[in-house]
């Protein structure tokens, strides 16, 4: 309750981070904000080209298939990057001026939200290309990206927290997602692995399948999300985000000594 009452009490510096977030994500470049939907178009496209035999096995509407898991997974990746290393990017203003420091990792949540809902459109247009009809279950992607965000968000803190103190973080970080990003099926299908096999086990229980599974069923299959994966995402946010704040709460009083 006290970190919802700092946000709504600093709320017009929040609303100033992510508006700089989202600019300072791409300064400089000349197609800006396009680049939130082109560079996880773009990693489609090599996957599409490179693992078509490999990874699709005959599925219909690969392409499709790889766009719904792609735009969760950025939403996750991006999210994390930034949030791990937010508070020493912002070391200056940490040292010098008081404010709720949460506002930072948030800020690169809600940054990263903002993108995926712009993504949410392009998915939609995809699944018509390829004839994919759509039904009125596809509303329930910005409640899947809220449900996500929590997740996020709660990684977010302790990460960042973490990463002040230990200089490994952002290298362990990026090592984790990495698998993670295998760990998901983004590229392949579950339906590969026996059911009953320890890996396909593993991954059924990750979370961010359990996202890019429910962002599935609204697009491609057109019926609602499983209310189970919802959830189970969205409990496993709220122990996270308390946890967190807690681990994040700890933490904060050396920020200064420790930068």
């Known amino acids: 309750m006290k970190s919802i009452r700092e946000f709504y009490e600093y709320r017009e510096l929040l609303k100033t981070n992510v508006r700089k977030d989202i600019r300072g994500r791409y300064k400089g470049s000349f197609l800006g904000v396009l680049w939130t939907f082109l560079t996880p178009l773009l990693q489609v496209l090599v996957y599409y080209i490179v693992f078509p035999y490999l990874m699709a096995g005959g599925m219909p509407n690969f392409l499709v298939y790889l766009i719904t898991g792609i735009f969760p997974w950025n939403f996750f990746q991006t999210s994390i990057v930034g949030a791990t290393g937010c508070i020493k990017a912002n070391e200056g203003v940490v040292k010098k001026v008081y404010f709720p420091r949460k506002i930072l990792v948030l800020s690169q949540i809600l940054s990263g939200l903002v993108n995926y809902f712009i993504s949410i459109p392009i998915m939609l247009i995809f699944c018509v290309v390829f004839h994919i009809p759509l039904t009125w279950n596809v509303l329930w992607l910005p409640v899947i990206g809220l449900v996500e965000a929590l997740f996020i968000y709660g990684c977010g803190l302790i990460l960042a927290a973490i990463n ?10 990026q090592f984790l997602l990495n698998l993670a990003f295998y760990g998901t099926p983004i590229v392949y299908s579950l339906s590969l692995f026996p059911s009953k096999n320890i890996l396909a086990v593993m991954i059924r229980l990750n979370p961010l399948t359990m996202i890019v599974d429910m962002t599935r069923a609204v697009t491609m299959d ?32 050396g920020f200064a000594e420790e930068l």
């Open 164 to 173: 002040v103190y230990v200089q490994d973080v952002a290298n362990i970080v």
């Open 222 to 253: 057109g019926i609602l999300p499983s209310f189970t994966q919802m959830g189970i995402v969205f409990a496993l946010g709220v122990v996270i985000t308390v946890f967190g704040t807690w681990v994040f709460d700890k933490l904060q009083k």
